[in-house]
């Protein structure tokens, strides 16, 4: 069966740096997805990453290693509105996307 | 305001009743995806339409039927609403399969 696995839930200090693991088994690989999800909101898109490596978008930077099947989110200099859910996301072979159940950000002062 | 809505925001529903959840995008995108969201699950795919009159199953199928005449809209109707369909149902939109999916703000509904 197709499996994204990332922790439940995670604390940080607000201005530290933290990791966020997301590993994957799945049927074909067509990319993989983060996505942030406030409480009660929608998810919004954080990055995509379809090749090895890191790719950077300000604060935000995500890695992938297909061999691996493994990805990571990094958030830098927390602040309080990162307070949020963060979702791993994969397109496997259908292009179908398989959703983990997300990591749940708790940000103190 | 272009972008994606969903109507209503909250539903209260009873077992057995019919119930249809809006859809509407106003970004010509071809992809309309219909996903449930419940504690410790992650999104799970109701049903997906690559463009108009065109749908088919996702992952979680049974009790929901779709339909899709207009480009723009994607309702989703549960036929006989049951308890374990109390949920929040997200729609989603891409250019194209590959593409990004863009979110509504959800509908939570209750089946009580």
């Known amino acids: 069966g197709q499996n994204i696995d990332q922790p439940t839930e995670m604390t940080a200090t607000e201005g530290a740096i933290v990791q966020i693991n997301c590993t994957y088994q799945t049927s074909g690989f067509n990319g993989l997805f983060w996505y942030q999800q406030h409480a009660g909101e929608a998810p919004t898109f954080l990055s995509y990453?379809?090749l090895d490596g890191l790719e950077e978008k300000g604060r935000f930077s995500s890695f992938l290693s297909r061999s691996k099947g493994y990805s990571y989110l990094l958030l830098k200099e927390l602040q309080m509105k990162d307070s949020a859910s963060y979702l791993c996301?994969?397109?496997?072979?259908?292009?179908?996307?398989?959703w983990g159940a997300g990591t749940k950000l708790i940000i103190k002062p | 305001d272009a972008g994606i809505t969903q109507s209503p925001r909250y539903k209260i529903t009873e077992t057995g009743r019919q119930v249809t959840l809006m859809c509407h995008q106003t970004w010509s995108h071809s992809y309309m995806f219909w996903y449930r969201q419940d504690l410790g699950h992650g999104l799970r795919l109701i049903y997906y339409?690559?463009?108009?009159?065109?749908?088919d199953k996702g992952e979680v199928p049974d009790g929901y039927v779709v339909s899709r005449s207009k480009t723009e809209n994607f309702p989703l109707t549960l036929e006989s609403a049951t308890r374990s369909q109390t949920s929040v149902y997200f729609c989603?939109?891409?250019?194209?399969?590959?593409?990004?999916?863009?979110f509504g703000p959800g509908t939570r509904l209750t089946v009580l």
């Open positions: 989603a939109s891409a250019m194209v399969e590959t593409d990004t999916q863009y």
């Open positions: 996301a994969v397109m496997d072979s259908n292009y179908q996307l398989i």
């Open positions: 990453n379809v």
């Open positions: 339409s690559a463009a108009a009159d065109i749908t």
